[in-house]
């Protein structure tokens, strides 16, 4: 039974992948014992029969002699007696004598060459009775280690089977997420996950590329793939056909305008803002609703005197009778200075949107919506398109009801600290009014990012941190004391892939002729991704250094640490009910295609693999509880091995083989020293 959270969920934020390894590796098996190389003989050494007959030679020795000179002795007394030189009663009784000691001496004799036969036969005895001891010890440690070899294989078994990549997300119920630091290729590997299971869930996605970089570009080859027609508009060339903002009111577009005028004047207040907003919403109520940048700038430029009305008369973009109530809007005096330098300024800033909306086609229904900015245009210039637009879209958001479902729409600002502090304030509160979900990445952590990094309910992420001070300030953030298990794939992946390179086609050119075309709605993330992402095109690669690439190392969270993270790594702090979690995660979405990669969080799987430990009393390992990883596609798994698989004994089966002692433990980070 496959747990639902395996499947992709609508209600998680997805930013990456941690790898981690609930069954550790029990390392190389069981060295199978072996018997003595010199087994000791099955019969007795002659060698060592005749040492100890020898030995006992040398001991009787003196007792042979001696049987010796009695078997003489007794030789003689008989030959005395028989020549009459000895009486017969005095020669019987020496005939006796000697014969007692020549017999008793003999009799010695036999008894040492018993004894010499019967160590002989000891020594045979215990040689055999210690031989048969080796044997049963043999067999014992043979059984012993057939045990173990069937335990070992049962737990390389589950090392190899279990799930190595776990998915890390973030509840909906997070407002918002701030990305500080990175890499352009972080943020686009992140951009592609984030916006891909957004997409893929059936959400929309909005996302204002500030950043130059064309982190969105995998993304929209994706969403094409997956069926939908993304809308991309690379500003300034397309700020013709972008209507965005053309249905706001006149008070509501006075203060988007407003605000793209404060983009260059860091150091203005609200009460400046303010005065701004007074002169275009009394310009505006003069031009009436739906008025044009160009007819706000002809208004302006009427306003501060500047240059001869007739021409914007004689173009149409104000009338006569507009021309005159202009001049009397402030009346004349002192102040009449202080607005004609003001209008002189909006004016200037103004003349960049003026061609904004002029060609507006009628644009299909699209779930991706890009709007970039030209890294050939100027800097300054991409600064106030991207406020307006960023601008634009907070009051969008401010006049729409709030959604039934959070993170429906979601909205990616990448280069977030291009835009004034104000500006993200307002797009925040109308994101957490309007239950739409917002990223946010900066690339560098300024004095008005620190403020505002992870205020209200919001996640932080932090990636790749250049600079020092950013370093300190984001380990400070997120604590010094945590240790992050951080994989040798993520380190080799990151040092392998290219940067981020090309920019965006703008589709907006070509959406008159563009038929609808719509592919399969019943793809498959993982394989679209292989098939249309830079980072699926490497999937081959990846895949095979994934089956090999399988250790990892532990840091504590240390601003040198933060300062050379992986590309593609992220550290994602959020609050939950049980406290503060911080999370190491790989945000390269090919790791999706792995075999061994699950849509569910590590805590869901461990709690359902434990529960299934605790139902059937066995240590399973954790592919059951996530094998639907990738949109509910089934994993394979290894089969069980047969009970008696490796058994050696008494049955004829073939012992394990004999593979030796472990090979040395390898350190892949010695070859960059």
């Known amino acids: 039974m496959h747990?639902?959270?395996?499947?992709?969920?609508?209600?998680?934020?997805?930013?990456?992948?941690?790898?981690?390894?609930?069954?550790p590796d029990p390392g190389p098996p069981p060295k199978r014992p072996s018997p003595v190389e010199e087994p000791p003989p099955a019969r007795p050494d002659p060698d060592v029969a005749r040492r100890k007959r020898m030995q006992e030679d040398m001991l009787n020795r003196p007792v042979r002699v001696f049987r010796l000179f009695m078997v003489v002795l007794t030789l003689l007394i008989l030959a005395l007696a028989v020549a009459g030189l000895l009486q017969w009663k005095f020669a019987l009784l020496g005939l006796v004598a000697a014969c007692?000691?020549?017999?008793?001496?003999?009799?010695?004799?036999?008894?040492?060459?018993?004894?010499?036969?019967?160590?002989i036969s000891e020594q045979q005895a215990r040689d055999d009775r210690r031989r048969q001891e080796?044997?049963?010890?043999?067999?014992?440690?043979?059984?012993?280690?057939?045990?173990?070899?069937?335990?070992?294989?049962?737990?390389?078994?589950?090392?190899?089977?279990?799930?190595?990549?776990?998915?890390?997300?973030?509840?909906?119920?997070?407002?918002?997420?701030?990305?500080?630091?990175?890499?352009?290729?972080?943020?686009?590997?992140?951009?592609?996950l984030l916006g891909a299971t957004r997409l893929y869930s059936g959400g929309h996605l909005t996302v204002l590329d500030l950043s130059e970089g064309a982190i969105a570009k995998d993304l929209v080859e994706l969403a094409r793939r997956g069926g939908d027609d993304p809308l991309v508009w690379v500003l300034p060339v397309d700020l013709p056909r972008l209507d965005l903002g053309a249905t706001l009111k006149p008070e509501a577009f006075a203060d988007v305008l407003a605000h793209v005028v404060s983009v260059s004047e860091e150091h203005r207040t609200t009460r400046d803002l303010s005065f701004d907003n007074a002169i275009l919403e009394r310009v505006l109520e003069v031009l009436g609703e739906n008025a044009t940048i160009s007819q706000v700038t002809a208004a302006l430029r009427a306003l501060a005197q500047v240059?001869?009305?007739?021409?914007?008369l004689r173009y149409g973009l104000?009338?006569?009778?507009?021309l005159e109530r202009i001049g009397t809007l402030f009346g004349r005096g002192v102040s009449d200075r202080v607005v004609i330098e003001r209008a002189w300024a909006l004016e200037s800033q103004l003349r960049k949107l003026e061609t904004l909306g002029t060609e507006a086609v009628r644009l299909p229904p699209a779930r991706l919506r890009v709007v970039s900015m030209d890294r050939q245009a100027g800097v300054f210039g991409n600064r106030v398109l991207g406020t307006y637009v960023a601008t634009a879209l907070t009051h969008i958001?401010?006049?729409?009801?709030?959604?039934?479902?959070?993170?429906?729409?979601?909205?990616?600002?990448?280069?977030?600290?291009?835009?004034?502090?104000?500006?993200?304030?307002?797009?925040?509160?109308?994101?957490?009014?309007?239950?739409?979900?917002?990223?946010?990445?900066?690339?560098?952590?300024?004095?008005?990012?620190?403020?505002r990094l992870g205020r209200g309910h919001a996640a932080v992420a932090f990636m790749r941190l250049g600079n020092a001070e950013d370093a300190r300030v984001a380990s400070e953030h997120v604590g010094t004391e945590h240790r992050l298990e951080l994989a040798q794939l993520t380190e080799t992946i990151s040092e392998s892939l290219p940067g981020v390179d090309g920019g965006y086609t703008s589709t907006i050119a070509e959406v008159e002729g563009r038929h609808e075309e719509h592919g399969d709605s019943a793809t498959d993330l993982a394989e679209d991704i292989t098939e249309s992402t830079e980072w699926g095109r490497t999937t081959g690669k990846i895949g095979e250094k994934e089956r090999v690439l399988q250790r990892s190392r532990e840091f504590l969270v240390e601003p040198?640490?933060?300062?050379?993270?992986?590309?593609?790594?992220?550290?994602?702090?959020?609050?939950?009910?049980?406290?503060?979690?911080?999370?190491?995660?790989?945000?390269?979405?090919?790791?999706?295609?792995?075999?061994?990669?699950?849509?569910g969080e590590l805590d869901d799987v461990r709690d359902a693999v434990l529960a299934l430990d605790g139902e059937h009393g066995t240590e399973e390992g954790p592919q059951e509880a996530g094998q639907e990883g990738r949109q509910g596609t089934p994993q394979r798994g290894a089969g069980r091995p047969s009970e008696h698989a490796g058994t050696p004994g008494r049955d004829g089966s073939e012992p394990p083989p004999n593979l030796g002692p472990p090979?040395?433990?390898?350190?892949?980070?010695?070859?960059?020293?």
């Open 307 to 312: 240059g001869d009305p007739r021409d914007d």
């Open 663 to 673: 090979p040395p433990r390898l350190d892949w980070r010695k070859g960059r020293q």
């Open 397 to 451: 958001l401010r006049q729409s009801p709030a959604s039934d479902r959070p993170w429906y729409h979601t909205i990616i600002v990448a280069g977030a600290d291009k835009l004034r502090g104000d500006v993200l304030d307002r797009l925040m509160d109308a994101c957490e009014t309007s239950r739409t979900g917002l990223v946010l990445t900066y690339r560098s952590l300024t004095p008005p990012v620190r403020e």
């Open 100 to 119: 007692g000691v020549a017999i008793i001496c003999s009799y010695a004799l036999v008894q040492g060459d018993r004894a010499v036969r019967y160590r």
């Open 3 to 23: 747990p639902e959270h395996a499947q992709l969920q609508a209600d998680r934020i997805y930013l990456g992948w941690q790898y981690i390894l609930l069954h």
């Open 318 to 322: 104000i009338t006569a009778t507009q």
């Open 560 to 599: 040198h640490q933060l300062q050379q993270l992986p590309t593609t790594s992220v550290i994602v702090t959020d609050a939950t009910a049980q406290g503060r979690r911080v999370r190491l995660a790989d945000a390269n979405p090919a790791i999706l295609t792995f075999p061994k990669t699950t849509l």
């Open 134 to 192: 080796r044997d049963k010890e043999l067999f014992r440690a043979q059984e012993e280690h057939a045990q173990r070899y069937r335990e070992w294989q049962r737990l390389k078994e589950r090392h190899d089977r279990q799930l190595s990549w776990y998915a890390v997300a973030v509840p909906d119920e997070i407002d918002r997420i701030d990305v500080a630091g990175g890499t352009l290729p972080g943020w686009s590997a992140l951009v592609t």
